[in-house]
């Protein structure tokens, strides 16, 4: 359902990934995924929205705690060779772009379970759309 929503008001999601392909498509194939992924080995992306690597925001209690609540909960987690395994600690974000590359929504996370909520990367979304609407009709007015 999240997924039509976003595609509805024109929002095209790219999962970014630093890691190995094959990784990446385990990933991929483990969460179910199905969004277009991105291949970041040089962590341009990364560098560029200022994200890094932290092993205290990682491993910090409260997130190791919700941690556990899931596994209590049977809730699979991808399950991944070690040879696979990049930089745990590295944090990510959730970043909105329009079609010039203009940030609507940045949310570089506090911790790996720190994620904008849906209705702010559609809120979002839709002030852009709203905003490109008001300019067009503004721009016909004036013609």
């Not at 925001?57 to 941690?67: A, I, N, T």
């Not at 991808?78 to 040879?83: A, E, V």
């Not at 930089?87 to 010039?100: A, E, S």
């Not at 203009?102 to 994620?115: G, I, W």
Request: net charge negative.
């Amino acid at each position: 359902m999240s997924k039509r929503l976003l595609e509805a008001r024109s929002v095209r999601v790219l999962v970014v990934s630093f890691g190995s392909v094959e990784g990446a498509q385990l990933w991929l194939e483990q969460t179910g995924c199905t969004f277009e992924m991105l291949m970041d080995s040089q962590r341009k992306v990364y560098r560029s929205f200022g994200l890094g690597s932290s092993f205290s925001k990682v491993l910090k209690f409260s997130c190791l705690m919700q941690f556990s609540e899931f596994g209590a909960a049977n809730r699979d987690f991808p399950d991944f060779p070690h040879r696979l395994l990049e930089d745990i600690y590295q944090l990510g974000g959730d970043f909105l772009l329009d079609d010039m590359g203009k940030v609507l929504l940045s949310h570089p996370s506090k911790n790996p379970l720190d994620r904008p909520s849906l209705t702010d990367v559609l809120r979002a979304a839709e002030t852009n759309s709203t905003s490109s609407e008001e300019k067009n009709e503004h721009l016909e007015q004036e013609l």
